[in-house]
Structures are given as C-alpha cells and as structure tokens.
C-alpha cells in the first residue's frame, strides 16, 4: 500500500528542515565569529565578556536589531554591514533558538532595518578558502589565527592589521615580532603588547597564555623593556605546515595593492 502524505504535511517538513539547516548555519558563525570568550562562549552560555544570551527570554524583533545595528557604546558591534543577510539571517535564528523562539522565514526583516545589500565577496579559490575557514576555525579554541587578528571586522583586534604577508611558511614561523616587550612585575616577566604607557598606568596584552589579557597596572608597579623571547610560532603551533600554507594563500587574497 502506498501511502499518500498531504501536502501541508510535507511542506511543513521541508520548512523544519530549512529552519534546522538554518540555525545550524547560524551556529557555526556565531563560532567563528562571536564565541571568542572576549565576547560571547559557546552555546550563549554565561562566562565570557559579553552577557548571556541562553534563556534570556528575548524575542526575535529584540533579536535581530541587537544583532544588525549592535549595541551603542559597547563592544557589541553592527553586523548587518559585515555578514552576507543568509548568514546574518543565520546567526539571528540561532540565538532565536537559544531562548526558545521559532525562527521566522526571514529574521534579519525582524530587526527594523532593511536586510542589507548582499556583500559582494571575490570567489577564493579551493586553497585560500580552506585557509580562511583555518584563520576563523572554531575548533581550534583560541589556538585559532583570529583570537589576535582581524580580517575583514573579524576577529579580534590585539594585534595591528596584517600589511605585510610572509613569503612562505618557514617566513610565517620565523617571523618577527619587535612590537613585543617584556614586563616585570613582582617580580613575574611576561611578553606584552604595550597600548600605552603613561606616568600613572601602563596598559598592554599579556601574552603569556591565549587569549591574551587586557591588562592595567600603575605604572609604578611594572617595568617594560624593549624585546622579548616570545616567538609568533609559540602563536600557531595548532596548525600544520600544509594550514598554514592555506592560510598565506588566504591572507594574500586579503592585501590591497
């Protein structure tokens, strides 16, 4: 016998699956671009920077305008000029999901804002896509290119914007890092990035483990002094030769002439 399904029945299992496919999307761009722990963690979960977003009872217009004009001073940024509107759509429907609230078939029309222009992006090939997936790669926790770089208002900027790209990989490895200076500070010596250093605090990323630390200590209490021992290969120990090959062929993609 065979069965005859109606067909509201399968039209509302093809939506369930868009809906899924989705915030599933959403989820992995929520990873790579928000869940960095200066920020939000993973799941929306409480720990991070950023507030909570798991269970907040937030609705889905509250969502979208957060998500598509950010926050006005904060950290929360604007992402409606940054993201494609799939992805956009995608992140939205995915901390929809977070607190329980049904997607609409198109979220980033929630937020009380047109749903951008899509953003016009140079087709990469095989290699340097793969190479910019490996730079934002959240799997990789903050072993990843992006917990100190920023390309294209992604990712974090601890580091100053990447001009100049190495060669090759042994060049990548080797390079060097003169902006990095040693503090010492009772008595404990760690690889900082100063921000700035006046008569009354210094400010500066700890480099001694990843993420870095945002740090402030009166000046009287530290001393900073040209050059350190730490090394950018100590940084991108987590990927291979072969992904980081990738990754040159992706960041070359990204240099201006």
Not at 94 to 121: E, W
Request: proline share 8%.
């Amino acid at each position: 016998m065979i069965r005859l399904w109606p067909v509201f029945f399968l039209a509302a299992l093809a939506s369930a699956q868009s809906t899924g496919q989705m915030i599933a999307r959403g989820e992995q761009v929520f990873n790579q671009t928000c869940a960095n722990g200066y920020c939000h963690v993973a799941k929306g979960a409480g720990g991070g920077a950023a507030p909570r977003l798991v269970a907040r009872g937030f609705d889905e217009p509250y969502i979208a305008k957060v998500v598509m004009s950010g926050v006005p001073g904060t950290a929360m940024a604007a992402f409606a000029s940054q993201l494609p509107p799939a992805d956009l759509s995608a992140v939205i429907a995915y901390v929809d999901s977070l607190n329980g609230v049904t997607p609409s078939a198109n979220p980033a029309g929630r937020g009380g804002l047109q749903p951008p222009v899509a953003i016009k992006r140079t087709p990469l090939s095989p290699e340097a896509e793969k190479g910019r997936s490996l730079f934002f790669e959240a799997t990789l926790g903050f072993g990843r290119c992006s917990t100190c770089h920023q390309v294209g208002n992604l990712g974090l900027p601890v580091a100053s914007p990447i001009t100049a790209i190495p060669a090759n990989v042994a060049a990548l490895k080797a390079l060097k890092t003169p902006h990095v200076s040693t503090a010492t500070a009772d008595g404990e010596r760690m690889p900082v990035l100063v921000l700035s250093q006046g008569s009354k605090a210094a400010i500066f990323y700890d480099l001694t483990s990843a993420p870095p630390v945002y740090r402030v200590m009166d000046s009287v209490q530290v001393n900073i002094a040209a050059g350190s021992s730490w090394s950018h290969a100590s940084a991108i120990h987590a990927y291979s030769d072969g992904e980081l090959g990738s990754i040159l062929a992706f960041l070359r993609t990204t240099a201006h002439p």
